[in-house]
């Protein structure tokens, strides 16, 4: 929305409709918007003022004094002005009408973020009206929410949870008309085809607002109903109502009436067909002290013993559920393999939990790599038998931006006897899209792929014409999985496909997602697969047990897999065993 005219277009732009038959400014000395950045709002009625003190009858249609400073209104006369939305400040010692009830204010009309607003010198009660405001009803998506600035609306339309990244620090969601909204570079080509999804995105999204800017009360909004403490997104909710408003960057809607929720389910483990299963997984820094119960806070991870063992019982509870036989590990402290590091706490937590006591370790002796944090790989010993040495790839852009990959050979085994074709898992975990220090190349270049994009497209070629050499040894059937940091129609992922390689997730009815940001879903973890062992799949699943719940449901629910981190596993079958 283009930004609001210069002050001086003031007295021809405001908005608000003077009762000039009724009464007439009392001050005629021109009045000066107060605060800092305020400015006119562009007019869009057929109504031009040349009065700067106003006199506006209206009805309170939303009251926000104790968390937005002040009320909406709705005039009421003339007819003409009944489209006219109009925030009026809170005035110390000055009572707050309630929701509902008719007000004549008189004041300088300013505008501030395309909202119109007034800070009142005088105001009074009146009778009601004849014919008391309603909402303005909505079916969908509106094509400009500037036009409905300040105005109370109800949306009859149903909405989908598409983000909560705020909900507990600010009581928002993202809600979005058709469906949830799904990353530009998931489902389209980077440039202009991500252009026109983001756009469309644009168009379908609204911010559903508590009226505060403080933190609710226990991360909870008061619009959701106390069965909805664990909404999920994808979640659906009816009779949004409220009031348009644009605030920190985005249209919203401050709601005066609870919604109603048809929640999401939680998934159950899935259950992925197949002999060998393998796994994905970013852990979201799994830090674990000194590992003897000190060094806490630690520099990326838990701040606390206690939040340690909540994220590690949810890690084990999530490895334990998925039943897989190799797991390639994302954002692994970078400690070592001495009893005290971070990977040896997990396997031995994991072996502790059972019933399964045969999970052990891939050991590269240092490392992967000297970044803070590493990948790792972890097996079930009575299942797969590691073949060979683990390989690593370091140099270029795995010095010091994405982490060294690791790659180790196995075996299907049954007891101490083969019992199948080998395969090799490469655990891997490109550069983030966090802009910071970007230059250059890596700069955003504005398509949609972020920042970094040349750093993970040149991992990615490194990374290909290394496994070319077979560093594993002479299998064919290679698995590249982890956290790639680039969605599926991103360059680092296109130069897999052009290669030969595929994706076990192609052709799902819905986009498959295992990320969730600023409310749009998609895959930065991806399992790649060579042709050969393309052959061999079985099946295929993510399991949404993290991306799509509230932020602090580790917090609020310990026990299961909940939310143990920001990213979803990903479960890969095939059919190795007996060949």
């Known amino acids: 929305?283009?930004?609001?005219?210069?002050?001086?277009?003031?007295?021809?732009?405001?908005?608000?409709?003077?009762?000039?038959?009724?009464?007439?400014?009392?001050?005629?000395?021109?009045?000066?918007?107060?605060?800092?950045?305020?400015?006119?709002v562009v007019d869009t009625s057929p109504i031009v003022f040349t009065d700067p003190q106003l006199v506006v009858d209206g009805q309170v249609t939303g009251a926000f004094a104790d968390g937005l400073g002040g009320w909406f209104m709705g005039l009421t006369a003339p007819e003409r002005s009944r489209d006219i939305g109009l925030f009026v400040e809170a005035v110390p010692g000055q009572p707050t009408p309630p929701a509902g009830a008719q007000v004549r204010v008189t004041g300088p009309i300013y505008g501030v973020d395309g909202r119109r607003s007034m800070r009142p010198v005088r105001m009074d009660m009146l009778p009601p009206p004849a014919r008391p405001l309603e909402p303005l009803r909505l079916g969908g998506a509106p094509s400009d929410w500037s036009k409905l600035a300040g105005r109370w609306v109800r949306i009859d339309a149903p909405l989908t949870v598409s983000g909560q990244h705020e909900r507990a620090r600010r009581g928002t969601l993202v809600a979005s008309f058709d469906g949830r909204l799904y990353v530009p570079s998931e489902i389209g080509a980077p440039g202009a085809q991500a252009a026109k999804i983001?756009?469309?995105?644009?168009?379908?999204r609204i911010l559903l607002d508590d009226g505060r800017d403080d933190a609710p009360a226990d991360g909870a909004p008061w619009y959701l109903p106390e069965t909805a403490r664990a909404l999920r997104s994808g979640s659906v909710l009816t009779g949004a109502e409220g009031i348009v408003d644009y605030r920190h960057g985005?249209?919203?809607?401050?709601?005066?009436?609870?919604?109603?929720v048809q929640p999401a389910p939680r998934p159950a483990p899935p259950q992925v067909e197949g002999d060998v299963r393998i796994a994905a997984f970013n852990l979201e820094n799994l830090f674990n002290g000194d590992g003897r119960g000190g060094g806490f806070p630690t520099p990326r991870g838990a701040e606390t013993p206690a939040a340690y063992a909540r994220q590690l019982e949810g890690l084990v509870a999530t490895i334990s559920a998925l039943d897989v036989d190799v797991a390639a590990l994302m954002e692994l402290e970078n400690?070592?393999?001495?009893?005290?590091?971070?990977?040896?706490?997990?396997v031995e937590t994991l072996n502790a939990a059972g019933p399964a006591r045969d999970w052990r370790f891939v050991r590269t002796g240092e490392g992967p790599g000297t970044d803070a944090i590493r990948v790792g790989l972890i097996y079930r010993a009575t299942r797969v038998r590691p073949q060979g040495a683990p390989a690593t790839l370091d140099g270029g852009p795995f010095d010091s931006l994405s982490r060294v990959p690791l790659a180790q050979a196995f075996v299907p085994v049954q007891g101490d006897r083969p019992d199948g074709a080998d395969f090799s898992v490469v655990a891997v975990h490109f550069k983030s899209k966090g802009c910071g220090s970007a230059d250059g190349a890596d700069a955003d270049r504005g398509d949609g792929?972020?920042?970094?994009?040349?750093?993970?497209?040149?991992?990615?070629?490194?990374?290909l014409d290394w496994l070319a050499t077979a560093p594993t040894g002479s299998s064919?059937?290679?698995?590249?999985?982890?956290?790639?940091?680039?969605?599926?129609?991103?360059?680092?992922?296109?130069?897999?496909?052009?290669?030969?390689?595929?994706?076990?997730?192609?052709?799902?009815a819905e986009p498959p997602h295992s990320f969730v940001f600023d409310g749009q879903a998609g895959r930065l973890d991806h399992a790649l697969l060579s042709p050969a062992l393309a052959d061999r799949v079985a099946g295929a699943a993510k399991w949404h047990i993290n991306a799509d719940e509230p932020v602090d449901m580790r917090e609020r629910e310990a026990a299961g897999p909940w939310r143990s981190s920001d990213h979803d596993p990903l479960v890969v079958g095939l059919r190795l065993r007996g060949r």
């Open 449 to 463: 792929q972020a920042c970094w994009n040349a750093t993970r497209t040149e991992s990615a070629r490194r990374l």
């Open 1 to 40: 929305m283009p930004l609001p005219n210069p002050l001086t277009r003031l007295l021809s732009c405001l908005l608000v409709c003077v009762l000039v038959t009724a009464c007439r400014a009392t001050a005629p000395a021109p009045a000066t918007p107060p605060g800092d950045g305020a400015s006119p």
């Open 250 to 260: 985005a249209w919203r809607l401050q709601l005066t009436a609870p919604v109603q």
């Open 335 to 346: 400690d070592g393999y001495d009893p005290d590091s971070s990977i040896v706490h997990l």
């Open 476 to 508: 064919e059937r290679v698995a590249v999985v982890g956290d790639f940091n680039a969605y599926a129609r991103e360059d680092p992922l296109q130069l897999f496909y052009s290669a030969g390689w595929r994706d076990p997730f192609a052709g799902a």
């Open 198 to 204: 983001a756009a469309a995105n644009a168009d379908r």
